[in-house]
């Protein structure tokens, strides 16, 4: 087969994909290429999608590779797909953070970190299916242990969990920024 | 009503030691504990004032600055502590948790500031959901199953020889064999699984086997109408689920026949 010929077979099974496609099994489709031609082939792929013409990008992400909307077009997908995905709290957030660099992890272990209960927000993760239970700790009570799954990376756009961001040392830490959303006490006072 | 929902941005007694260090522009790692234990309360008052529940995490918070405080008033070494070391402070363990927590929100910012999926960047489509099934088709229900059932058993000769032979079939085999048959055809009528099936104990595990994949919603069980034929179809991610599932098995088979 002409490398051309592959390249266009590679972009058609990722248009229909459903998720993420890993280089083996494209390799287990496209039989007679190597996995080292798909992977060339796919990085090709990749940059040609680069050009600012087009409304696609080619991600690697939770171990695959998956076509995905342009970041700038953002707006105008969502104006066509209607209906606004819900934004996740900062509860959320921080207790799935907490997950994701210290897993496996008991709730226990999350609420002594955040300082607050976080019941409600693990059965909130859990349902999204974007943390699961690994384990169970060998204490009393045997707590269920929580990782990050695949739709997790998918999620935030990780390769694995190597991906992630490196967590800061506590000696970095700067003091804490006033995030946008908290209104002074004083102003709070006034109303 | 909005300063109600905003206060709540306060994930915690952490989070509001955070926010009272930064607005006083005092540095974590000597914290002024008097001002701060003087100003904490001063908003857990506010938010009582506002009728927001205080949650038992922040009073906790509370008694430990007031703790922290009351020690600080003591000379150093001189608290009756035999075990507690030389330069020993008191707001220590408050310092390390707030730099432990702040590690995490910083973390949590760093995430939310990535490509997310369906928020920045979205895929083709979401994959298909199991609710949408076939138009006309409805799931069937355990009882019907088992009459189903019934009448398979029922088919069998009742006069029938005394088996001699041990039979080795387990679920897991049976689970492969069909799903080996959805991968070949998609669906199958539920009679026609029990066609080659001539014993007892066959039905049974096969049976079985197909609850095992139900369960794990490898596959679907649908009829087209009430007392219909019954179908046995592949589910939208049988292979996925399925593999999983058939290697699990393979640790112990409780239905060995």
Known sequence: MEREEVKSILESLLFVADGPLTVQRFAEVVDGIDKETIHILLQELQSDLEAPSRGLQLV????????????INGEWV??????????????????????AYRQPITKAEI????????????????????IRAVARKDVPGRPFLYGTTAEFLQLFNLKD???????????EISLPEISRDVIPLEQAEES | MSTRVELEIFEGPLDLLLHLIKKNELSISDIPIATITEQYLATLDLLQTLSLDVAGEFLVMAATLIHIK????LPAGDDGGDDEEEGFDPRDELVRRLLEYQ????????????????????????????????RGFREVSVFELLAALKRIIDRLPKDTFHEVTLEKITVREKMTHLLDILRAQNSILFESLFAAV??????????LAMLELVKVRAIRIVQEEMAGPIKIEAAADMDGVAENVVLDQAEEDPYGA
């Open chain 1, 161 to 171: 969990l190597t991906d992630l961001p490196t967590l800061k040392d506590t000696d």
């Open chain 2, 70 to 73: 009351s020690r600080m008033l």
């Open chain 1, 111 to 130: 609420e002594a970190i955040r300082g607050v209960d976080v019941d409600g927000v693990i059965t909130t993760l859990l349902e999204r299916t974007l």
């Open chain 2, 198 to 207: 001539s014993s007892r104990m066959e039905i049974i595990v096969t049976f």
């Open chain 1, 60 to 71: 690697e992400v939770a171990g695959g590779y998956q076509l995905r909307t342009a970041k």
């Open chain 2, 103 to 134: 590690r995490y929100k910083e973390a949590a910012q760093d995430l939310d500031q990535r490509e997310v999926l369906s928020r920045d960047v979205f895929t083709r489509s979401a994959s298909p959901t199991e609710e949408a099934g076939p």
């Open chain 1, 78 to 99: 969502k104006k066509l797909l209607g209906g606004r995905p819900a934004r996740m709290g900062r509860a959320t957030l921080e207790t799935l953070a907490i997950i």
